[in-house]
């Protein structure tokens, strides 16, 4: 069964550093999300991305972040300068253009701790 | 705003039967699903409802009123592998690129 994958699964980064976090989605799916988990919060969205832009981001995706896809199978997400409460699991989601209950489906998430 | 309340934590008996409600306001309603979450990994679909009534799969079933911003996740059969997160979440419009809202998620413990 095909699934989401994110590398690395485990990130550790000084404050002030710049850090990628990469996804594969699911190969025809064509929309594309970020979200993160504090640890003991809720899972938060971060940005949507279809037809190569971003179609909608939350108030917690400012400057620091951006999203690209740059070869039709990766899809990353980089922040330019890492905070500390940046630390987060990270994970991205995927969803396919002819699922009827449009299920976003989850990679296994890359947990980023900033010291 | 949105707003979506679960239940922090259950507890319920291996072979029992288990109703995780959740009540939501949101700005508009356009499909609730229901996700597990064991710790420390991510998020995997269970259902989805978009019109009111019962979704049955498997052991698990879902509700939906949508007049009254509620579901429940109904589990059962319990078993200890049940033991997880389980986050009830809204997509408040239309379209493919659209946002889900997750609530804090009621971590349910399974006990023998």
């Known amino acids: 069964e095909p699934e989401v994958t994110q590398t690395p699964s485990h990130q550790v980064t000084q404050m002030g550093q710049e850090v990628i976090l990469r996804c594969v989605p699911i190969?025809?799916?064509?929309?594309f999300y970020w979200y993160r988990q504090i640890l003991g919060q809720k899972v938060e969205f971060l940005v949507s991305?279809?037809?190569?832009?971003?179609?909608?981001k939350s108030e917690i995706f400012d400057d620091q972040f951006s999203v690209e896809r740059p070869d039709g199978s990766n899809f990353t997400l980089k922040i330019r300068s890492t905070k500390l409460e940046d630390s987060a699991m990270y994970f991205c989601?995927?969803?396919?253009?002819?699922?009827?209950?449009?299920?976003?489906?989850f990679g296994p998430g890359t947990r980023l701790l900033v010291l | 705003g949105q707003n979506i309340d679960q239940p922090t934590e259950m507890t319920a008996t291996e072979g029992a039967i288990v109703q995780i409600n959740c009540t939501y306001q949101t700005s508009g309603f356009n499909g609730l699903f229901w996700y597990q979450q064991h710790a420390g990994e991510a998020p995997t679909f269970l259902s989805y409802?978009?019109?009111?009534g019962l979704e049955e799969k498997g052991r698990f079933s879902s509700f939906l009123s949508r007049s009254k911003g509620y579901s429940y996740l109904l589990l059962k059969e319990l078993q200890m592998k049940d033991s997880a997160s389980y986050l009830c979440a809204v997509r408040d419009a239309p379209g493919g690129y659209q946002k889900v809202t997750f609530g804090i998620g009621t971590k349910l413990q399974v006990i023998p």
């Open positions: 991305f279809y037809n190569n832009e971003i179609s909608e």
């Open positions: 989601a995927s969803r396919g253009p002819q699922d009827l209950q449009e299920t976003q489906y």
């Open positions: 190969s025809n799916h064509l929309y």
């Open positions: 409802n978009v019109l009111d």
